[in-house]
């Protein structure tokens, strides 16, 4: 069984900068790809970005010039730096890997955006 743990969610006042951290429990080069998405209450989760096993990234158009995402092998574990927040980036990001036809999740770390 997979195991995802988020972590580095927090309060940050707007324009600040926040890195979320997922690690994983198996070698993170074994899945096709890794993702992070968020979710505010009563909406759908939203996709934000995907790094590949061969190390392509894309972003939403919310996180595009912002976030960045990144991957450590050796460390098994994926990060999101996230800069320039905005109060909308608030929300729950989950870290999701994917090895077809699986998918895994962690269980979220909130962040809040907010003066």
């Known amino acids: 069984q997979v195991q995802l743990v988020e972590s580095g969610g927090g309060l940050v006042q707007p324009g600040g900068s926040l890195t979320l951290s997922c690690a994983a429990s198996?070698?993170?080069?074994?899945?096709?790809?890794m993702r992070w998405y968020r979710q505010v209450p009563g909406k759908e989760r939203e996709w934000i970005s995907t790094?590949?096993?061969?190390?392509?990234?894309s972003y939403a158009d919310s996180a595009k010039g912002r976030f960045t995402i990144s991957r450590d092998n050796a460390k098994n574990t994926m990060c999101l730096q996230m800069n320039s927040l905005r109060p909308e980036d608030t929300a729950v990001y989950y870290c999701?890997?994917?090895?077809?036809?699986?998918?895994?999740w962690g269980q979220g770390t909130r962040v809040i955006v907010s003066s």
């Open positions: 999701n890997a994917y090895l077809f036809p699986s998918e895994y």
């Open positions: 198996r070698n993170i080069v074994s899945f096709n790809g």
């Open positions: 790094i590949t096993r061969g190390g392509s990234t």
